[in-house]
């Protein structure tokens, strides 16, 4: 499910675990998110964003934080905000780092366990603090962590009670790649047992392993949403841009001008550089003209489709 | 899950609260009457042979009168202070527990706190003194003032500390300007003093100690006041966290 401009997604098959229904919310004359309509299901979606974006107020929304000044903000079919239900499916780590000072690693998972009404906490903190691998050092105090193992006592936290839905405002903040990847790990594989993981990140390549979707905004409105590919190919508006190696560059470069979805070739570092207007039609006609010349084509790279220039594009628009 | 208050958010309150420098100062704070009975001890005993009068006058003017509202200003205060200006009220925000239940368990903690603290102030001095049998109706009469003082005061601080960022200070302010400065000297406002009320408790329970007057205010207005105190602060308080959103960055 993808849609770009015009600020929805659809609600696919069965019922989704998170939605927005044109909800909106301002403060006084600020509007900070500008009647979104989306729906999340299982998988891991990530929210992106420039700064002042909305992605915050979206997370605190959604989290029954904040409640939206206009339209609906639904977690498993229940209004999210005054709502303390929806927490027993909900965890949520938070971007800001304090975390109370004089537990230890393993009391504050704990005390979530307790607070989340667990039969036996002490065994779901054991697990969870296991899960982001700080067994080793739930006895000392949060306070003198540093931030990668506040961020994964935070996490641990949230995910004791093994929630349906996860919430994570750049969870991988201060985390060296180690930790990274066996975060990324982690999340995949609750995802793939059915919880809905939504991640707010700034740092795009995370978000491009990791996430199944995403949900762009920008200025408030929900600019783009689905997966980054798909988003690439609907914007017609864009120049598709590859990098080319053949047999014989200068002869295809020659061929390729005459072709009308392209729209520029250059001659640029031992290959071609390519502006094709149309994805589709360009890559069914390279084949073509170069059989036609007797070229063969050694390498095609699309060069503007990673989840960063979408971005870009999306944010320039 | 544990009725009115939650034991979890109480445990993790009272450490809170209770963090090494907050405790070293509690105990420097609970000890200081028992510092200064040792003095009276060692120089003015002959003259107040049985210290009934000292004893009296150092409930009332220094524990009621300073320590109580001061300690109620501490503990009230930081039961919610510090965790809405660092972020971590969101750990508790986020679960199934109603937020009245949170108010109400960061209360009975403030309160207890005080009390405890305040209990200590008294007992120790009465047990220098050798806990005579005339005395006792005094220590039990303050023991019960100083009930009353910290609930009142702690319902007043726990809000004051939830609603605002300086609440430290504008409790000090309340307790100075207040409490010690103008209700002493303004009748209009013995009506709305905590301390009027402890003394109105101290005043009827230990009518037959030598000296102890009975109170500025009369026992229904105690009442009376105390409930409004009581339910408007935490009425205030409890409303105020349901309204509360968290409109920073999480």
Sequence with gaps: MTAIEDGRSKVENGHARIELRDASRWYGNVVAVNAITVSLQPGITGLLGPNGAGKSTVLHMIAGLLSPSAGQVLVDRQNAAGNPGIYAKVGLVPEREAVQPFLTGFEFVRMNAKLQHLANPDEAARKALALVDLTGAQDRKVGGYSKGMRQRAKIAGALVHEPAILLLDEPFNGMDPRQRLHMMELLRAMASKGCTVLISSHILEELNDLADSVLVMVAGRLAASGHFREIRKLMTNRPHTFTLKSSDDRKLAAELIGEPSVQSVDLANGGLAIRASDRGLFTRALPRRARAAGISVHELLPTDESLESVFNYLVQR | ?250
Excluded at chain 2, 32 to 48: E, M, R
């Design chain 2, 1 to 250: 899950m544990n009725g009115v208050i939650n034991l979890t958010v109480a445990e993790l309150t009272f450490r809170q609260l209770f963090t090494r420098k907050r405790l070293i100062a509690s105990m420097l704070f609970a000890l200081s009457p028992l510092l200064i009975t040792l003095v009276f001890l060692a120089t003015a005993h002959t003259q107040d042979p049985t210290g009934l009068q000292f004893l009296r006058e150092l409930y009332s003017g220094i524990v009621a009168f300073v320590l109580l509202p001061l300690a109620a200003v501490i503990f009230g205060t930081a039961a919610f202070g510090g965790e809405i200006d660092d972020g971590t009220i969101v750990y508790l925000l986020v679960k199934d527990l109603p937020r009245w239940q949170l108010v109400l368990s960061k209360y009975l903690v403030a309160v207890i706190s005080t009390f405890a603290m305040m209990f200590f102030a008294i007992l120790l001095p009465w047990l220098a003194l050798g806990a005579s049998l005339e005395s006792a109706p005094l220590f039990q009469a303050f023991t019960a003032g100083i009930g009353l003082g910290a609930a009142l005061y702690s319902a007043i601080f726990v809000t004051l500390g939830m609603m605002s960022k300086r609440a430290l200070v504008f409790g000090l302010i309340y307790v100075v300007v207040v409490e010690i400065a103008l209700s002493p000297n303004v009748p209009g406002l013995k009506s709305f003093s905590v301390r009027e009320f402890v003394m109105t408790v101290v005043g009827k329970i230990a009518s037959a100690v030598p000296g102890v007057k009975a109170g500025a205010v009369t026992p229904n207005t105690v009442w009376t006041m105390g409930a409004i105190f009581l339910v408007a602060s935490l009425g205030l308080g409890i409303r105020w966290l349901q309204r509360y959103e968290m409109a920073e960055r999480l």
